[in-house]
């Protein structure tokens, strides 16, 4: 089974930029689309981002003008792009399969915290 590594967060100031990365152990040409996801304190896990293998891309209303989403599958890696970030972006990370594909092992995720 493929796992999924993230990694790319940290601490960041509001209205600034963090590129996360998500690293497969295997291939990735074979899932139909990979999301990022994200879970606050609290909260459930939900989706923020997703790419099809044509490149397709669709994103939660709240960070569609922020985030940009991109995979490589030669590299096995899906990146999200984060553009100026809210306190309200702050929680933990993950990526996996997308909606219209079956998920993997969730990893230990990736934290962000925006904050001032």
């Known amino acids: 089974q493929v796992q999924l590594v993230e990694s790319g967060g940290g601490l960041v100031e509001p209205g600034g930029s963090l590129t996360l990365s998500c690293v497969a152990s295997?291939?990735?040409?074979?899932?139909?689309?990979i999301g990022w996801y994200r879970q606050a304190p609290g909260k459930a896990r939900e989706l923020v981002a997703s790419?099809?293998?044509?490149?397709?891309?669709d994103y939660k209303d709240s960070v569609r003008a922020r985030y940009s989403i991109s995979r490589d599958n030669a590299k096995r890696m899906v990146n999200l792009q984060m553009n100026w970030v809210k306190p309200e972006d702050s929680a933990v990370y993950y990526c996996?399969?997308?909606?219209?594909?079956?998920?993997?092992?969730w990893g230990q995720g990736t934290q962000v915290t925006v904050s001032s």
């Open positions: 996996n399969a997308g909606p219209s594909s079956p998920k993997y092992s």
């Open positions: 295997g291939s990735i040409s074979r899932i139909f689309d």
């Open positions: 790419v099809a293998n044509g490149g397709t891309t």
